[in-house]
T-cell receptor, first 114, second 113 residues
């Protein structure tokens, strides 16, 4: 069965620190990859997505993610976090195989200390 | 335009009662998804609609769960004979086309006593 693993459940960083959140998936075919973010008290919203092309994708608020097919990974990065990045981050995978089911990871709670 | 809306925002019910959760997707979005988010868990896929039909119901946890979508718009998730383990946040999302970016609603927080 398809699955998505987010290895870090809770991350605490100081402002200006660099961030990398891991995401690995299990599916051998073509995939669409997403990172969603949920800020406190807000809806889940899209941070960035990868469908095809350049494996390094840039999203909102200075976030980027790199798709490494050989590692089945789609890690999220930001060079310098801000207090306002405090949120929960979810990686999601859609297997581009005729099914439109999305598999989400369990999420990573990021807390940025001012 | 308006985003995805869900009602009620909170629902407290007694074990054994039926509940209906409603989702109003963004106008024109053909795809609609229901998820369940339990404490400390990720989003658990429940069901997906393309128009009024549900090509994938594989995530519904039991036959107590059902969903329908009418007019290619509003969807209702029904849980019959609720159990305490049904307590969770139920999220709805819509997208213009399947496999595209999903737009999430605020969720319905269900508590079964």
């Amino acid at each position: 069965a398809q699955s998505v693993s987010q290895h870090n459940h809770h991350v605490i960083l100081s402002e200006a620190a660099s961030l990398e959140l891991g995401c690995n998936y299990s599916y051998g075919g073509t995939v669409n990859l997403f990172w969603y973010v949920q800020y406190p008290g807000q809806h889940l919203q899209l941070l960035l997505k990868y469908f095809s092309g350049d494996p390094l994708v840039k999203g909102i608020k200075g976030f980027e993610a790199e798709f490494i097919k050989s590692k089945f990974s789609f890690n999220l990065r930001k060079p310098s976090v801000q207090w306002s990045d405090t949120a929960e981050y979810f990686c999601a995978v859609n297997a581009n195989s005729g099914t439109y089911k999305y598999i989400f990871g369990t999420g990573t709670r990021l807390k940025v200390l001012a | 335009g308006a985003g995805v809306s869900q009602s009620p925002s909170n629902k407290v019910t007694e074990k054994g009662k039926d509940v209906e959760l409603r989702c109003d997707p963004i106008s024109g979005h053909t795809a609609l998804y229901w998820y369940r988010q339990s404490l400390g868990q990720g989003l658990e896929f429940l069901i997906y609609f393309q128009g009024n039909s549900a090509p994938d119901k594989s995530g519904l946890p039991s036959d107590r769960f059902s969903a329908e979508r009418t007019g290619g718009s509003v969807s209702t998730l029904t849980i019959q004979r609720t159990q305490q383990e049904d307590s969770a946040v139920y999220l709805c999302a819509s997208s213009p086309l399947a496999a595209e970016t999903q737009y999430f609603g605020p969720g319905t927080r269900l508590l079964v006593l």
